[in-house]
């Protein structure tokens, strides 16, 4: 039988710690390691293909902190969680080991999961390295790393990734958690332009604790 985790609070913990301080001025998007234009070149029209389908029981009513959530699987049903309804699809690949989906929020952020190349059977020590290297190698910077966290399903470890954007002389930060479930391990990353999450975290809370990789 699957574990349980005490979801809300170590979700929550997840958004507290990944909060930088201001670093001075607008901050631009990130992009992580796992941008999708080095993911392989199957990146898909939205709508060509069932990016992701349905998933009714994992739908949940509005709520005093967030509005409906419509209940999906990604990513070839590898992941299914509980969605914002106002989300839409930005891009997405379904090529097989390179498979993303990455939407953004009326709430001006970005979304996004990408399957990676990692063993669930792998120990959290060697995924770590392996991410922790492909992030040093971009250039960029892990400023918090390697904080537990949980969904209702999954353990796993988040981090905040600074990179230097050189044409405006100015920093920019995404919240990035590797999650494993039984079969697959998966990147999810938080994108916005401004020097907090807290503006969306109780949206985040409702949406990271529910999420599922099987």
């Known amino acids: 039988m699957r574990r349980r985790y005490h ?3 170590l979700a929550t913990a997840a958004i507290a710690a990944l909060v930088p301080s201001a670093c001075g001025g607008r901050q631009a998007p990130a992009r992580t390691v796992f ?3 080095v993911q392989g070149t199957n990146i898909v029209a939205v709508g060509s293909v069932a990016l992701e389908r349905r998933q009714p029981a994992f739908d949940v009513a509005a709520s005093k902190t967030c509005g409906p959530l419509v209940g999906v ?3 070839n049903g590898a992941v299914l969680f509980s969605r914002p309804a106002g989300w839409m699809i930005r891009d ?3 090529e097989a080991e390179h498979r993303f989906v990455r939407y953004v929020s009326p709430r001006a952020y970005s979304f996004a999961i990408y399957e990676t190349n990692d063993a669930p059977a ?3 020590r060697d995924i770590l390295e392996r991410y922790e290297v492909d992030v040093a190698a971009a250039g960029a910077k892990a400023i918090g790393q390697r904080i537990a966290v949980a969904t209702n399903a999954n353990q796993g470890r988040a981090y905040t990734i600074e990179r230097k954007i050189e044409a405006v002389q100015a920093r920019s930060h995404s919240r990035e958690i590797l ?3 039984d079969r697959k391990v998966v990147l999810v990353q938080i994108v916005t332009d401004e020097d907090s999450l807290s503006r969306v975290s109780d949206e985040l809370v409702e949406v990271l604790k529910r999420l599922e990789v099987r």
Do not use: F
């Open 179 to 181: 999650l494993r479930g």
């Open 92 to 94: 997405a690949s379904d």
């Open 35 to 37: 941008d999708p234009t």
């Open 7 to 9: 979801a809300r609070a």
């Open 73 to 75: 699987s990604v990513l």
């Open 122 to 124: 792998d120990s959290w």
